[in-house]
């Protein structure tokens, strides 16, 4: 397919920023967190979001779905990094991937169903170590019970239910846990960008497999590329958004006697971001339609994607904290959230460093 | 849909039995290898001359300009069909040319039918090779400032004035200049963009040396040089339009062609000369060689992006600024990189690959408008911040 938008793709993309800037804008965020809640989104929002068709959309219409593939979902997460909508999108694309592609029938006939009309929150239970590392688990299933920690599980606080993976003979596995189980311990997380994550153990946990155990590694690698192409074009999204309003402020803020947008030392740092901006939007598309084509470079124009945002949208936000000057590093702009949750969402299944190596080593054998 | 499946059969088998083998292989740089025409050309061997001629006769050097003026008259898709089973084999273009590129296009959309049907069909034919006469001494980036001077005298255009870095001048026919017109008028608005064949005795040419040993370029002097009136392409003072017309066309030229899909990838280049445990020994590098790599691969998506946004008529003015800037960086580390790989090998021969790279990337960012002015186009027009 080709690098511009369908016309069912702009429609969608109108929708998502109409919807989201009414109901989830920034200062919803803002006063979320200062509210204390700690469930840190808007139910009502997010049932709303189910009602338009937003949550899962790439699920395939043979499983229920909407079949809208991961573009959609990609133009969905962009315009969601525009308003810093703080929801569980992400978990459900996440888990509604992992059921699509190792579920049994009738596992996929209970969940997708309701994860995609939003009565099921999924906490995708993976990370075990500091950083990002998909490289094996330290954790446990047993004569069905589950063992052991996991690390920022997103939306893990108030979570119905939680896919784990844990090691079994047969190589990695898939497990459905009830967080409600013996022996799960919910330990909520403070993120910097104020959303909902825990960590959370497990001792002796009754699980049960999602789908056949030995499918699974191909289905957690495909699902990995899946969340990494949705965060880029979040990145995206949250970059051009801090950039619009950075260059507005350029023009607007006078000193010297003139708008700081005229100096030639600012404007030229301006400037270089916007190319650096229209160039990688084609590589954030590119990915989300490698993932719909099946095509074999998915994977790793996935890392690219994320890699090279996770970047990017760093040094949009240095620039736009910069170029606010003072105000610029208080809690009263906006800006500072977006500085925020860019390096969460940059941290979120490999940053720039782990996607370089990965690329240097996959994709050009060096 | 077949028809284009039909033609690409065709195309493939054509080039399969009419490209030379030698004339086959990753993109050499703007260099001898290829064949630039002109009235004063010789071939390099008898395959450059079969491969140029065997196109020239399908109207393959300009595969989408009329047949009338020497093109094939290709619409969009099978032009691209041909690129991609050029491509496919690594088929070396028949013939380099600026007149293709620049001064082609000016004509097909300002020029008059007398001076489409004079010059066009030779450039696709590669009977005229063209300079490109812009700069001045005194008149880089502030290219309007411009005061080469042509007045119209007894019917004819009379040309003074001093022109420089002209590329490849000594070996050029003809060159398209700007020149100031009308002097009262303001600075954008006096300059004409007239044809003016170099060989007469009122043009002369200086060659000038590069840092890598080269000299590609001339100061052209103009000493009463003269051009039939009939000579200026648009009207008489619109030259900066094409001007602008013809500089957003060479960036994008420039930009696109730093792309991994026409030269050898520093990676390939890396692992034949330092072996993997070579560069496992060097991690900085590595790194450094794999975000090249991704800056790269992200400058061909942005390419492929901007073809699909032309076929969709969605084109974007500032296109050209973002690949001149960014493709032109990028060409600045790769020559790094390749000397880095190259070590002390590298160092020891001006005339190695590399060296050639590494010397030529500076050209790059200056040519076609230096990088702060593409930085200064995209500020004040796709940011719309402020004059000082
Ligand atoms: C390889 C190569 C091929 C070329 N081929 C041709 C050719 O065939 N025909 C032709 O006519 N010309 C040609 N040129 C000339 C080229 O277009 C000019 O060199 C270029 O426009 C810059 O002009 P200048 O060299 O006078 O530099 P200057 O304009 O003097 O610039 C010097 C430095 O000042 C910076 N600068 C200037 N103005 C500004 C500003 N407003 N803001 C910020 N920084 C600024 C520039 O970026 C540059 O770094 C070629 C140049 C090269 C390197």
Same mark, same amino acid.
């Given at each position: ?29 803002? =006063?979320? &967190? ?47 990094? $525009? ?48 950083? $990002? ?73 009754? =699980? ?12 957690? =690698? ?5 969340? &990494? ?38 404007? $030229?740092? =301006? ?71 860019? &390096? ?23 | 849909?077949?028809?284009? #499946? ?38 390099? #061997? ?126 050029? #026919? ?48 103009? #000493? ?165």
């Amino acid at each position: 397919m080709p690098l511009v938008l369908t016309e069912d793709e702009v429609m969608l993309v109108d929708a998502a920023r109409g919807f989201l800037t009414k109901s989830a804008p920034v200062s919803a965020l803002r =006063a979320l &967190r200062d509210s204390g809640d700690t469930l840190r989104y808007t139910p009502s929002v997010w049932g709303e979001m189910a009602e338009n068709g937003f949550i899962a959309p790439h699920v395939p219409e043979a499983e229920g779905g909407l079949g809208m593939g991961y573009a959609a979902a990609g133009l969905i997460a962009e315009q969601m990094g $525009h308003t810093l909508a703080p929801t569980p999108f992400l978990s459900a694309a996440i888990a509604a991937e992992l059921v699509v592609q190792v579920g049994s029938a009738e596992q996929k006939a209970d969940l997708l169903p309701k994860i995609i009309a939003g009565n099921l929150i999924v906490g995708f239970a993976f990370e075990e170590g500091l950083r $990002h590392n998909p490289a094996g688990t330290a954790v446990t299933f047993k004569d069905g019970k589950v063992s052991g920690t996991k690390k920022i599980v997103l939306d893990g606080v108030g979570a119905k239910l939680l896919i784990v993976v844990a090691a079994t003979d047969a190589g990695p596995g898939l497990f459905l846990v009830d967080p409600s189980a013996a022996g799960v311990t919910v330990r909520p997380l403070d993120l910097i960008d104020s959303r909902n994550a825990a960590d959370v153990d497990f001792a002796d946990t009754p =699980a049960t497999p999602l789908g056949e155990v030995g499918a699974a590694k191909a289905a957690i =690698a495909r699902t990995l590329d899946v969340a &990494r192409a949705l965060l880029a074009a979040e990145l995206l999204g949250i970059a051009d958004e801090a950039f619009d309003r950075t260059v507005a402020y350029l023009k607007e803020r006078v000193q010297f006697g003139r708008p700081i947008g005229s100096f030639q030392a600012l404007q $030229h740092r =301006a400037a270089r971001l916007y190319a650096r901006l229209d160039l990688t939007r084609g590589a954030v598309l590119k990915a989300l339609r490698a993932l719909d084509e099946g095509d074999k470079a998915a994977t790793m124009l996935c890392s690219l994607s994320k890699g090279a945002m996770s970047k990017l949208a760093y040094d949009v936000m240095v620039e736009a904290t910069h170029m606010h000057g003072g105000i610029g590093v208080t809690d009263e702009l906006d800006i500072g959230l977006f500085y925020k949750r860019v &390096r969460v969402a940059s941290e979120l299944f490999g940053d720039a460093h782990f996607h370089t190596d990965r690329i240097a080593t996959q994709a050009f054998g060096i | 849909m077949s028809d284009l #499946d039909d033609f690409r059969a065709e195309t493939r088998a054509w080039l399969e039995a009419n490209c030379p083998q030698s004339r086959r292989g990753a993109f050499r740089g703007f260099s001898t290898f290829n064949y630039w025409g002109g009235r004063k050309a010789v071939f390099q #061997d008898e395959d450059q001359q079969l491969w140029f001629e065997r196109m020239r006769d399908k109207g393959w050097t300009v595969p989408e300009w009329p047949v009338e003026y020497g093109g094939a008259g290709l619409d969009k898709a099978r032009a691209n069909i041909l690129q991609q089973e050029m491509r496919r084999i690594q088929a070396q273009s028949p013939l380099q040319s600026l007149g293709i590129w620049m001064l082609g296009p000016a004509l097909l959309h300002f020029g008059t039918p007398e001076q489409k049907a004079e010059h066009l069909p030779k450039i696709a034919r590669g009977e005229i090779r063209w300079a490109q006469g812009y700069s001045e001494p005194g008149a880089g980036s502030d290219l309007a400032s411009l005061s080469t001077k042509g007045e119209l005298k007894d019917g004819q255009w009379v040309v003074n004035g001093s022109k420089i870095w002209t590329t490849n001048g000594d070996k050029c #026919d003809m060159i398209f200049t700007l020149v100031r017109t009308e002097p009262d008028a303001p600075k954008h608005q006096g300059i004409s963009f007239i044809l003016i064949d170099m060989d007469q005795p009122g043009v002369t040419t200086k060659p000038i040396k590069l840092i890598n040993g080269d000299d590609p370029f001339v100061q052209t002097f103009f #000493d009463n040089a003269t051009a039939p009136a009939d000579q200026v392409v648009g009207p008489r003072g619109k030259g900066w339009d094409v001007t602008k017309y013809l500089l957003g066309h060479e960036r994008e030229m420039i930009g696109s062609s730093m792309t991994n899909s026409v030269t050898e990838t520093v990676s390939s280049v890396a692992k034949a000369k330092l072996g993997a445990d070579g560069l496992k020994a060097d991690p900085g590098l590595r790194i450094a060689i794999a975000q090249h790599e991704m800056e790269s691969w992200i400058l061909g998506i942005a390419v492929e992006r901007l073809k699909d946004m032309g076929k969709a008529k969605q084109f974007s003015q500032f296109s050209p600024s973002v690949l001149k800037l960014m493709g032109t960086e990028l060409n600045y580390r790769r020559g790094e990189l390749l000397m880095s790989i190259g070590g002390f090998e590298a160092i020891n021969d001006l005339m190695s690959e590399p060296v050639h790279s590494y010397l030529h990337a500076p050209a790059n960012c200056i040519a076609g408008g230096s990088n702060e002015v593409q930085l200064n186009i995209l500020s004040k027009r796709a940011l719309g911040l402020p004059e000082l």
